[in-house]
């Protein structure tokens, strides 16, 4: 069964860069659109970044434009967030899953979440 797995977190100082990655032991995630998620304690999950599945189109939460990039290492057969410009508020633990519906940002329409990896910003 498609599961996936993150991987990459850790602790930065704000400012700083974290690079995580989404795979799929035994499968190739070519040809799935990809959304990622982040949860913060004590709020709700809330959609970050998504890529589409011929790589074609990315959406982005507002509050992480220009900061954040989802690209797919075909090569790898991973899903990257690339991480730049980390503020305190992008604490939290980030998923990503496969979306099966149209609404990037929307936890329901996604399936085969990862369990997650923690990012933690801090001075």
């Known amino acids: 069964q498609l599961q996936l797995v993150e991987s990459g977190g850790g602790l930065v100082e704000p400012g700083g860069s974290l690079r995580l990655s989404c795979a799929a032991p035994?499968?190739?995630?070519?040809?799935?659109?990809i959304s990622w998620f982040r949860q913060a304690p004590g709020k709700e999950r809330e959609g970050v970044a998504c890529?589409?599945?011929?790589?074609?189109?990315?959406d982005y939460l507002d509050s992480v434009k220009d900061r954040f990039t989802v690209s797919r290492d075909n090569a790898k057969k991973t899903v990257i967030l690339q991480m730049n410009s980390l503020k305190l508020e992008d604490t939290g633990v980030y998923y990503c899953?496969?979306?099966?519906?149209?609404?990037?940002?929307?936890?329901?329409?996604?399936?085969?979440w990862g369990q997650g990896t923690q990012v933690t910003v801090s001075s």
């Open positions: 899953a496969v979306l099966t519906g149209s609404t990037w940002y929307s936890a329901d329409e996604c399936h085969y």
């Open positions: 890529i589409s599945s011929d790589d074609r189109s990315t």
């Open positions: 035994g499968f190739t995630l070519k040809s799935y659109a």
